[in-house]
């Protein structure tokens, strides 16, 4: 394997895990999700957020409807929806770093490699359903 070759891949694993650190740290997302919940916000949150899909000019919502939307299992949805994200997420990346680690030790028809196969091809099974 050439110098420049490895070094790419040392870099890849580097940045990757980075990326698997902040990932980790992401799991603070869900408590926000909780935090909007206890305070109240939720409704508001939805109605000024821009990641929402709402036309502008065109939503008028009444005090009845905003009291009436529930919080609490939109809040727990949430919170479970981008755990499970974030954990997909970083299980993803762990196997990536482990086939590219093999790759850079030259195992490249390792048993772990086929593990780490088996267990994206799951993920991206899963994504395209």
């Known amino acids: 394997m050439s110098k420049w070759l490895s070094a790419g891949l040392n870099a890849i694993m580097i940045f990757g895990n980075i990326a698997v650190f902040f990932m980790y740290l992401c799991f603070i997302v869900p408590f926000y999700y909780l935090y909007e919940a206890i305070s109240g916000r939720i409704v508001n949150s939805i109605l000024t957020g821009d990641d929402f899909l709402l036309t502008p000019g065109r939503h008028v919502i009444s005090a009845a409807v905003m009291q009436s939307f529930p919080s ?58």
């Not at 970083?90 to 590219?100: H, N, P, Q, S, V």
């Open 72 to 129: 609490w299992p939109y809040a727990i949805l949430m919170a479970i929806g981008v755990a499970i994200n974030v954990w997909a997420g970083i299980k993803f990346l762990r196997a990536l770093l482990e086939i590219l680690e093999n790759i850079d030790q030259q195992h490249y028809f390792s048993t772990e490699n086929v593990g780490s196969l088996k267990t994206r091809e799951r993920k991206i099974s899963c994504v395209n359903a």
